[in-house]
């Protein structure tokens, strides 16, 4: 189900790269990192960063492993690296919110938080040198 709301900068969210993308670029259902803030106007687009559980060979200056303390659920369970060079404006049709369970009832339990200060800034760092705006460290 799409998002009801505009994701906040920072926030964990799954997006589905699975029409209208094609190898390599990112495809599928995964986890993803809102970098953008909310437009002033109404808009149903935000930019991210995919995060994979591939690590990327080589691991280049714009490449972020995440710690396992920002990511929820089940996500936190594998090495999970921010592809920087890779960010997207996706529309926000294509995003939702990480199913972390099931409640006793059986209904199903969703989060939409925001990743580590550290985290965040170093994905930030990491998209600005993708994009050639600053040089490696």
């Given at each position: 189900?799409?998002?009801t709301?505009?994701?906040?900068?920072?926030?964990?969210?799954?997006?589905?790269?699975?029409?209208?993308?094609?190898?390599?670029?990112?495809?599928?259902?995964?986890?993803?990192?809102?970098?953008?803030?909310?437009?002033r106007?109404?808009?149903?687009?935000?930019?991210?960063?995919?995060?994979?559980?591939?690590?990327?060979?080589?691991?280049?200056?714009?490449?972020?492993?995440?710690?396992?303390r920002?990511?929820?659920?089940?996500?936190?369970?594998?090495?999970?690296?921010?592809?920087?060079?890779?960010?997207?404006?996706?529309?926000?049709?294509?995003?939702?919110?990480?199913?972390?369970?099931?409640?006793?009832?059986?209904?199903?339990?969703?989060?939409?938080?925001?990743?580590?200060?550290?985290?965040?800034?170093?994905?930030?760092?990491?998209?600005?040198?993708?994009?050639?705006?600053?040089?490696?460290?």
């Open positions: 189900m799409p998002l709301f505009h994701p906040h900068p920072g926030m964990v969210l799954i997006c589905d790269f699975n029409t209208g993308f094609k190898a390599p670029e990112m495809i599928k259902r995964r986890p993803v990192v809102v970098i953008s803030p909310r437009p106007r109404t808009n149903q687009l935000c930019t991210i960063v995919p995060l994979s559980t591939t690590a990327p060979n080589p691991v280049e200056p714009f490449h972020h492993r995440m710690d396992p920002s990511l929820p659920g089940k996500l936190a369970r594998k090495e999970t690296w921010a592809k920087c060079d890779m960010l997207a404006t996706v529309s926000l049709e294509r995003l939702d919110r990480v199913m972390i369970g099931k409640a006793p009832n059986g209904k199903r339990i969703y989060l939409a938080e925001p990743v580590l200060d550290e985290d965040f800034k170093a994905i930030r760092r990491g998209v600005m040198m993708a994009l050639g705006m600053i040089a490696p460290a």
